[in-house]
């Protein structure tokens, strides 16, 4: 079933779990996502991010993610994710995403909260929620472990001004997370994430998921992430599996189900270690 991110975010800062959002670029990855999810009884989050348009375009995963959603045993939310502009966001709206990402993070603080809340004008005429971003996520491929500047950390009183001022439902913080490929495992600030939660009651969501520590994702669960980005990893998933299969006697059918099978386990594996199973 369509879910709202709000009542799905909610439902999960309430109950102390997280919900993964997963980028899927293919209809196989979409699919196998939604079968992992409905096996766990977990709800689920589907998104893809601007950058990813290029081989994944907006407005044809849009009606697969939508039907996909309507059909399902499960809540499932349709989010864009990383919305590099106001007029993404605008057109996301308009094919029938229930969730949308601004992410203006890289804006003076002041340009980020009157475009986000220029966004969450338009969007809550639609029925639709809104996630906006704050601090700065870094790139994996170019941090090493432990030179994580403190200085692009989401600051907690600015956070609490930020969503005063915007009406946000959601905000992605940066912690010492990182998108991409790790090439060292990050060590997450948890101190600042727990003055974050203490300071607003919105929840909050962890980008750059893939490649942090299992200690690291549970105690992020466990003092206020509710929301879980997850592409990396389904991205090396889908491609171990084709090059596994494919050292045999391919076929192209048989290409996208090993896909469809290898987001399956991804997915289900993330749902288990954010606790979410059950919990649809």
Known sequence: MLASLSSILGAARKGRYAVGAFNCLSLEQARGAVAAAEKLRSPIILQVAEVQFPCAPMELMAPVFLRLAHDASVPVCVHLDHGQSVDTCFRAIKLGFNSVMFDGAA????????????????????????????????????????????????????????????????????????????????KLNIERLREIAARIDTPLVLHGGSGTSVEDFKACVHNGICKINVATALQ???????????????????????????TVEAVSWHMDLFESVGKA
């Open 107 to 186: 804006l003076p603080f002041e340009e980020n909260v009157r475009c986000t809340a220029q966004v969450v004008t338009a969007a809550k005429d639609r029925g639709v929620d809104v996630e906006a971003e704050l601090g700065r996520v870094g790139d994996a491929g170019t941090v090493d472990e432990g030179r994580q500047n403190v200085d692009i950390f989401t600051d907690p009183a600015q956070a609490e001004e930020f969503i005063d001022a915007t009406g946000a439902d959601a905000l992605a913080i940066a912690i010492g997370n990182l998108h991409g490929k790790y090439i060292a495992t990050p």
């Open 236 to 262: 090396l998933a889908a491609a171990d599996a084709v090059q596994k299969y494919c050292a045999g006697s391919p076929s192209y059918i048989g290409i996208k189900e090993s896909v469809e099978a290898a």
